[in-house]
């Protein structure tokens, strides 16, 4: 079975500070995986995805994660947050076969003090 | 190039009363999914529809819940005879083509209350 683990519900960092949010999956088949960002009362907006290519990939807003096969972990990471990524993030899975089912984790909901 | 759109924003609802729910897809997009998000929870599939076809339904309640994409027009979520449990956002997205690795775009959400 296809899952998505999202380790913290609530990251709280200050302005300038690096920023790491977790997510680890679990799929049978080749994974692909995105990252979504909401902001508040607002829609989904993808931020990076990773489809089998390079491991190392880069998003918008100075965003990028790591795909790491061998711990099954696709890590969110940027290395100086602004008060402006305070919003709630998804990591998302889906694989072959499922027809564009995304599996979402629960999410994680970042806060940036100044 | 206008998003996927969704109508109206805000929904409310008695008990009982009949919820309809619009979605149009980004310009070139012939594939929309439906999803829900239920209070502290993440976004959890509902169906995946192509113009005039129903692809995948696992995800929708076997009762009272239905989707449609006609040849023309929006992509319609109904829910029939709402109950307080309804009560969530539902989000629609759009795809050009179907495939796990293909980038779904969301719109804003249809935030339903049910009194």
């Known amino acids: 079975a296809q899952s998505v683990t999202q380790l913290d519900s609530h990251v709280s960092v200050s302005e300038g500070t690096p920023v790491l949010l977790r997510c680890n999956y679990s799929s049978s088949y080749s994974p692909s995986l995105f990252w979504y960002v909401q902001h508040p009362n607002k829609g989904l907006q993808l931020l990076l995805k990773y489809t089998s290519a390079a491991t190392l990939v880069k998003g918008i807003n100075g965003f990028e994660a790591e795909f790491k096969k061998s711990e099954t972990s696709f890590h969110l990471t940027k290395p100086s947050a602004h008060m402006s990524d305070a919003a709630e993030y998804f990591c998302v899975v889906s694989w072959v076969g499922s027809q564009g089912n995304l599996i979402f984790g629960k999410g994680t909901k970042l806060s940036v003090k100044p | 190039n206008a998003g996927v759109m969704q109508n109206p924003r805000h929904l409310v609802r008695r008990r009982g009363q009949e919820a309809r729910l619009r979605c149009s897809p980004m310009?070139?997009?012939?594939?929309v999914y439906w999803y829900r998000q239920l209070p502290e929870e993440g976004l959890k599939f509902m169906v995946y529809l192509q113009k005039e076809n129903i692809i995948d339904e696992s995800g929708m309640p076997k009762e009272r819940f239905s989707a449609e994409f006609p040849k023309e027009g929006p992509s319609i979520l109904r829910i029939q005879q709402v109950v307080r449990g309804d009560s969530a956002a539902y989000f629609c997205?759009?795809?050009?083509?179907?495939?796990?690795?293909?980038?779904?775009?969301f719109g804003p959400g249809t935030r339903l209350t049910v009194l």
């Open positions: 310009k070139g997009h012939s594939h």
């Open positions: 997205a759009s795809s050009t083509i179907a495939g796990e690795s293909d980038t779904q775009y």
